[in-house]
């Protein structure tokens, strides 16, 4: 039986949180590779914040999806027909294949991937996209040094987690923030973070300030807004923010408000640096093996969020991150 393709296309550009109608779920024909081209079966999909962006107008660091065109997303599936000299039917692969259950691609920006060192969902997690953000934004832009303090906003997520993690590994207290006890207690007790603050119990600054006892050497940010504002005004002097994302921003419909700590730049001779993981694509393959190794060794965990439901999931599964939902890497599943 030939079977056909499953796709997940922009219908809209959403106002405020993504809903299921800004998206159009249809069938299609199987995709043919043509000459220098081959076809993946796509297994899993990462969901990630940075999607929000990727369908609003407006300028940023890729072009927005078209209306109508298939949804961007990183994907992880197996090659199953090739006319590229390089991929051959078997090969296991990431890359950019959409939110589709098959993709043709020629190569750019795909990578091989070996699925007896970890599983797929891994792949677009820890040894993927989110491993790798977290290696350079905190190693060649936060620059740790023995002993010091690192707090990571967004700390049970896909990010977050591994950020925490490598801080331990290079001898630093690592301290994170994330929403409500459940989550706070594993990034201590699972992760082995020093400390984490529940930024919904009520008393930011306080609680933050109570697990730095020393104030912050590096702030690894992922979420702005009220937090971000909190660790500015706990930073030391010649402290370093790496600015990875500002998730509590996405779904903005208005302009936000602060942040308003903003002389502790000045009075703290502060190092605040904005990254894209593309920056750092010449050494993708270095990070992917470092990490690779401590994850092995059984130095740094990876937690994935995989969940049901194919392609028409989507959108809802989507939604989880920007409102906590997810536990780790959101994955999901074809
Ligand atoms: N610069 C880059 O190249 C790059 C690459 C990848 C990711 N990023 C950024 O890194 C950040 C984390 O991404 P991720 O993939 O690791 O996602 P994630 O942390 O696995 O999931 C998102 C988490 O953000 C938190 N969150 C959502 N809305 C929030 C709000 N209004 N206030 C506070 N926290 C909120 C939630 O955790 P709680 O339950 O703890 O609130 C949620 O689970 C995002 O900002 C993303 O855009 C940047």
């Known amino acids: 039986m030939t079977e056909g393709n499953r796709v997940v ?41 940075a999607m929000r962006g990727w369908i609003s107008e407006g300028r940023s660091y890729v072009p927005p999806v078209k209306i109508g065109a298939v949804m961007r997303s990183f994907s992880v599936g197996v090659v199953d027909a090739s006319n590229h000299p390089d991929y051959g039917p078997g090969d296991a692969v990431t890359g950019l294949f959409g939110v589709q ?30 491993g790798t ?5 905190l190693l060649e832009i936060g620059k740790p040094k023995e002993s010091e303090t690192v707090v990571v906003s967004a700390a049970s997520g896909a990010v977050g987690s591994i950020v925490g993690q490598i801080a331990k590994i290079k001898g630093c ?6 929403g409500g006890p459940e989550k706070c207690r594993a990034v201590v007790d699972e992760l082995g973070f020093d400390a984490c603050v529940d930024y ?3 008393n930011l600054a306080g609680d ?66 904005g990254f894209i993981v593309f920056d ?32 028409e999931a989507f959108p809802e599964v989507l939604s989880l991150l920007y409102t906590g939902g997810n536990n780790g890497k959101l994955v999901l599943k074809l």
């Not at 992917?288 to 439901?309: C, F, S």
Request: aromatic residues 8%; glycine residues 10%; contains cysteine.
């Open 173 to 178: 207290r690592a301290v994170g923030i994330a």
């Open 280 to 311: 750092f694509i010449d050494r993708y393959a270095e990070a992917i093996a470092q990490l690779g190794t401590w994850n092995a060794e059984g130095r740094l965990k990876m937690r994935e969020d995989v969940r049901e439901g194919g392609v």
């Open 101 to 130: 259950h098959y993709a043709v691609s020629d190569g750019t920006r795909v990578a091989k991937v070996d699925m007896s060192q970890a599983p797929p969902e891994r792949w677009i997690g820890g040894l993927g996209m989110p």
């Open 9 to 49: 296309t922009l219908a809209r550009r959403p106002v405020g949180m993504v809903e299921p109608d800004d998206f159009s779920i249809e069938d299609a024909p199987l995709p043919e590779p043509g000459e220098g081209e081959f076809r993946v079966k796509v297994s899993h999909v990462s969901l990630d914040p």
């Open 200 to 202: 919904k119990a009520g």
């Open 208 to 273: 933050l300030r109570a697990a730095c006892p020393d104030g912050i050497d590096i702030f690894y940010e992922n979420v702005g807004g009220e937090i971000f504002d909190a660790a500015l005004a706990q930073m030391n002097l010649f402290g370093r923010i790496p600015v990875c994302g500002m998730i509590s921003l996405y779904n903005a419909t208005e302009p936000q408000p602060g942040p308003y700590n903003m002389r502790s730049i000045l009075v703290n001779r502060l190092t605040v640096r």
């Open 133 to 137: 953000t977290a290696y350079f934004g």
